[in-house]
Structure formats: C-alpha cells, structure tokens
C-alpha cells in the first residue's frame, strides 16, 4: 500500500467550478499535511498547508484534514485557466521529518 | 532574495559520464533533499541530509551519491551506474521542526 494516494486524474472542470482534489494516508500518526501546486516543466510550490482537523481557508482555496479518516482534502473555489497544474499532496508521517507525496492529481480548468 | 539555487537548468550527458548537480541554498534550513520527477509521476526521494557531513539514502539512491561538507550546499552526482539517468532533478530545503518544503526550479537531465 502507497503512503499517500491521490486520484491521477485528469479533473476537468469548467472555469468558476469547484475542484475538488481527494487524499489518504496510512500512517495514522502523521502529523502535517501539505499541497503542492506545480505546473507543467516547472518546480513545486506550497500552497497550503494544515496540522489540525477541520478547515483550512486561504483565498480560493480550502484544506479539509479528517484524521479519523485519514483524508485530507483540497477545494479550489472559483476554478481559473491559472489553475491547471498538478497538485501534490503530501504528509509527514509521525517520527519523522521527511515528507512523503502522492503521485499528483492533474487539474485542467475549461475556459 | 532568500532562495535555493539549482544549476544547470538543462543538462545533456553521454551514456557512461558522471555529471554533478550544484544545489545552493540561503535559507539557513538544516535539511536538504533531492528528488527526481519523472514524466507523469510524483516526486522519489533520492537522498536528504539533516545536518553537514551526514546524510542518507531515500527510496532510489542507486546510482547517485551527494555530499554535505557545507550547510548551504548539496551537490548530487548521476553516476553511470544509474541505468535511466533522465528525468527532473529537484533540490529541496526546509526546516526540520516544519516539514514544509522549499523547493528550487529544477534541473533536467538528458542522457543521449
């Protein structure tokens, strides 16, 4: 079993739609949990990260941390072209300070 | 601007020659990674280092080395050992307490 999944995707979702990006984990006792947003030939860059159950706001975006479920969660409000990238999510298992990422869901937003 | 500096951006290599990736970073972080992305697929740990003079392997490490004799400093060499060296190479810092990742932009190996 893979550390952290993520649907590949691709999502496709029409401009001003909610995406929606799906997470899990194994290690129930991880501790931190983060999203990458990347684009195409380009490097990763954090945009949000969340350490305690519940929701996450900043901007158009929303975390949800469930640990119970071992989910967490990405919503991107108001979709734009901009956002079509890959998102990354990743955690950092208990005991450790390495951070472990999913494979990436890729996000195409429809003009 | 505080930040971590990878070079070359693009590298093309012959079958059977090393080649170093330079990773320099400003950002007084403790640790230091590297990944390789390849298309279509999420980051790899190659190798991360906690503190100079120390590091150690992450899920691919054959075929690669690094070394840590500065803080700031964390070069990675491809060997010719490493059977499909071309890919994304992704240098990383961050502060150990956080976990939270800064990464530089990347440099592309081609093995022609």
């Known amino acids: 079993q893979k550390e952290v999944e993520q649907n590949s995707g691709p999502l496709s979702v029409p401009e001003g739609a909610i995406a929606s990006l799906n997470c899990t984990y194994s290690?129930?006792?991880?501790?931190?949990f983060f999203w990458y947003r990347q684009y195409s030939g380009k490097s990763p860059e954090l945009i949000m990260f969340i350490y305690s159950n519940g929701d996450k706001e900043d901007g158009r975006f929303t975390a949800q941390l469930n640990k119970a479920s071992q989910y967490v969660s990405l919503l991107i409000r108001d979709s734009q072209p901009s956002d079509s990238a890959t998102y990354l999510c990743?955690?950092?298992?208990?005991?450790?300070?390495?951070?472990?990422f999913g494979a990436g869901t890729t996000v195409t937003v429809r003009a | 601007d505080g930040g971590i500096t990878q070079s070359p951006k693009y590298l093309f290599r012959k079958e059977g020659q090393n080649v170093t990736l330079s990773c320099e970073q400003n950002?007084?972080?403790?640790?230091m990674y590297w990944y390789r992305q390849d298309p279509g697929q999420g980051l790899r740990l190659i190798y991360y280092?906690?503190?100079?003079?120390?590091?150690q392997k992450g899920d691919i490490a054959e075929g690669y080395s690094v070394s840590r004799e500065k803080k700031e400093s964390f070069p990675l060499t491809v060997t010719s050992a490493q059977k499909n060296p071309t890919a994304f190479y992704l240098c990383?810092?961050?502060?150990?307490?956080?976990?939270?990742?800064?990464f530089g932009e990347g440099s592309r190996l081609t093995v022609l």
């Open positions: 950002l007084n972080h403790d640790a």
């Open positions: 990383a810092s961050s502060i150990v307490n956080t976990g939270e990742l800064f």
């Open positions: 990743a955690v950092r298992p208990l005991g450790d300070y390495k951070l472990s």
């Open positions: 290690d129930r006792g991880s501790q931190s």
């Open positions: 280092s906690q503190i100079v003079n120390d590091f």
